[in-house]
C-alpha cells in the first residue's frame, strides 16, 4: 500500500539502551521529517532531510542520530535512551521543496523509556 | 523565533452549528499555512495548504484563511458532525522548518 509507514507502532524499553524507530515511503518523495509529540510542547522537528544522503537538525536533534541512505527509508535511532525521550515519534514526507506541497504523515510510534 | 498559538485549546459544540478555529503566528515571513486533522492515536492528516500569496482554500465544508500580516489564519468548518471530532492543528513552513500550534481538541456532540 502507498504511503507512511512507521514501525514499530509500540516499544518500550529501559534507559541506556540503544533504539531505533523505522520510516518507509512508497512515494518516493524527496523530503522526510521526525517530529515527537509531547503534551505541553505539541510536535517539535528533531531532524529532517532533503535527499538521499542530506540530513539537518531541526528543533530538539540532541541525543537522536538520522540516516538515509535510500530515498524511501529514513530511520531515527537513540543512542542511549533518556526518559526524557519517551514521546510520539513521527515520521513524514514531502514530494519537493516549496510552498505548495502538503506534508503527509505515518500514524507514529509510541515509545516509552523505563 | 516563530511562534504558533491556537484558540481555542478545546470546543464543544452542538451536531450542525457552524465554527471557527483560530491560529495565530508571529513571524509573517512564511511560505505556508497548512490545517491538519488528528485522530486519537493516529497520524496527521493534510486538510488544507494556502500559500503565502494565497488569501484562503476551501475543500467540501472547510475553508481557510489566512492573513500574513496579521499572523493569523482561520479554519471555518460548516455544518459540524459528529465525525469532525478530532484534534485541529495549524503549521507554519519557513525555509525547511515547519512549526506546529498546541492544536484545538473538537467535540461535536449528537
Known amino acids: 500500500d502507498a504511503g507512511i509507514t512507521q514501525s514499530p507502532r509500540y516499544k518500550i524499553t529501559e534507559t541506556g539502551r540503544q533504539v531505533t524507530l523505522m520510516c518507509h515511503q512508497t512515494?518516493?518523495?524527496?523530503?522526510m521529517f521526525w517530529y515527537r509529540q509531547d503534551l505541553g510542547h505539541g510536535l517539535r522537528l528533531i531532524y529532517y532531510s532533503a535527499a538521499a544522503d542530506i540530513t539537518d537538525k531541526g528543533e530538539v536533534p540532541d541525543g537522536y542520530v538520522v540516516s538515509r541512505s535510500k530515498t524511501e527509508n529514513f530511520p531515527l535511532t537513540l543512542e542511549s535512551a533518556t526518559r526524557s525521550q519517551t514521546s510520539v515519534y513521527f515520521c513524514?514526507?514531502?514530494?519537493?521543496?516549496?510552498?505548495?506541497?502538503?506534508?503527509?504523515f505515518g500514524d507514529g510510534t509510541r515509545l516509552s523509556i523505563l | 523565533k516563530q511562534e504558533v498559538t491556537q484558540i481555542p485549546a478545546a470546543l464543544s459544540v452542538p451536531e450542525g452549528e457552524n465554527l471557527v478555529l483560530n491560529c495565530s503566528f508571529t513571524d509573517s515571513a512564511i511560505y505556508n499555512l497548512q490545517w491538519f486533522r488528528q485522530d486519537p492515536g493516529k497520524g496527521l492528516t493534510s486538510l488544507l495548504l494556502?500559500?503565502?500569496?494565497?488569501r484562503e482554500q476551501t475543500s467540501g465544508r472547510l475553508n481557510a484563511s489566512l492573513d500574513k500580516s496579521s499572523g493569523r489564519s482561520t479554519l471555518y468548518i460548516a455544518a459540524s458532525q459528529p465525525g469532525d471530532s478530532a484534534t485541529y492543528l495549524c503549521?507554519?513552513?519557513?525555509?525547511?522548518?515547519?512549526?506546529f500550534g498546541p492544536g484545538t481538541r473538537l467535540s461535536v456532540l449528537p
Open positions: 494556502i500559500q503565502s500569496s494565497q
Open positions: 512515494w518516493s518523495h524527496s523530503y
Open positions: 513524514a514526507s514531502m514530494s519537493v521543496g516549496g510552498s505548495n506541497q502538503p506534508q503527509h
Open positions: 503549521a507554519v513552513l519557513k525555509g525547511q522548518n515547519f512549526v
